[in-house]
């Protein structure tokens, strides 16, 4: 373990994450598609969290493990009346048995079928779904592409993302940037996720697993920050109205039970508790490629969801 350095704690850095992140603003422009009234209907999973209502193998300590569970899905097209192709998905829990079917959900199948073929020679996703804290098994999706260049962010190529949602409210997000240069790649994980020192003389916490992470208040955004690295992540949990300790000491939990993916340069998990919610989100360097995942208040488990989708993200060729 190292030393954590330096954090992203600046409000409009933490916009300009979003921009890439979100298929908002710019990124939707003039070259963006979406459509959002499609609506999946998931099972209930035997388990809950980051699972959600599909499930995936998880690397775990060194050897295979998995989440349990299995799903099935159907979806219609409502709005329009046409009736989308029905599916079902269930990753196997056994990750030395490989399925014959694909291993994402029938929502995702459609989502990325709905995004330009260009983006399919190197695209990505989950294979793991969040699920609606309030249970509602209905789920939207609302893809975005663009390929409008973005002031402050250069080579970028092209990015494209994913809104599953639930009838009331967004669920989680997933998106897949491009750049020319892996350099440039990190040059935009560094805009979004910062880069700003954390004081020497923060006081140490222990959070349990042999992780000693940094905690300190900041006055400029009223909160109080815990922060800690693991090989290339970088961890942030901020609270609002309180320390974080327990979140922070559950993403601690999560992160020694399963394996993240190795960025290629860098990585950041930002989990931000407030009165209102917790919104967790994800992003690592993957090449020329910038990846984030983002799970919203109304989800289950925030933080585990983010984390579990981000883990189970796999190529999509």
């Known amino acids: 373990m190292q030393n954590l350095r330096r954090i992203a704690v600046v409000a409009g850095v933490v916009a300009s994450l979003t921009l890439i992140a979100a298929g908002c603003g710019s990124l939707t422009g003039a070259s963006g598609s979406s459509q959002g009234a499609t609506r999946h209907q998931t099972s209930p999973s035997p388990s809950s969290g980051a699972s959600g209502a599909s499930t995936t193998a998880l690397s775990s300590g060194g050897s295979s493990s998995s ?76 893809p975005s592409y663009s390929t409008t260049p973005i002031m402050g962010y250069p080579g970028f190529l092209s990015t494209y993302s994913v809104t599953l949602s639930s009838p009331g409210h967004p669920l989680a997000a997933f998106t897949d940037s491009r750049f020319d240069t892996s350099t440039h790649a990190q040059g935009a994980f560094v805009q979004g996720f910062g880069n700003q020192q954390v004081p020497s003389s923060a006081p140490t916490v222990d959070l349990g697993s042999g992780i000693m992470a940094k905690e300190f208040p900041n006055a400029l955004l009223g909160t109080t920050e815990i922060v800690w ?69 109304g989800a289950a488990s925030p933080a585990e969801t983010a984390l579990g989708m981000a883990i189970s993200m796999r190529s999509y060729k």
Not at 112 to 119: D, R
Not at 256 to 271: A, E
Request: glycine letters at 8%.
């Open 67 to 142: 989440t349990t569970g299995s799903s099935s899905s159907s979806a219609s097209a409502s709005g329009s009346g046409s009736a989308a192709s029905s599916g079902s998905s269930a990753a196997s829990t056994d990750p030395s048995t490989t399925a014959s079917a694909s291993p994402f959900p029938a929502i995702i199948r459609m989502a990325m079928a709905s995004l330009p073929q260009s983006v399919m020679a190197y695209a990505t996703a989950p294979t793991v779904l969040p699920t609606d804290a309030a249970g509602s098994l209905d789920m939207y999706y609302k």
């Open 229 to 297: 690295q693991e090989g290339r992540w970088t961890v942030r949990v901020s609270g609002t109205s309180a320390p974080p300790d327990s979140e922070a000491s559950a993403v601690v939990a999560f992160l020694h039970r399963y394996f993240m993916p190795v960025p290629t340069t860098s990585g950041g998990i930002s989990v931000d508790v407030t009165p209102t919610g917790t919104q967790a989100t994800v992003s690592w360097t993957s090449g020329s490629e910038l990846l984030l995942v983002r799970a919203y208040p």
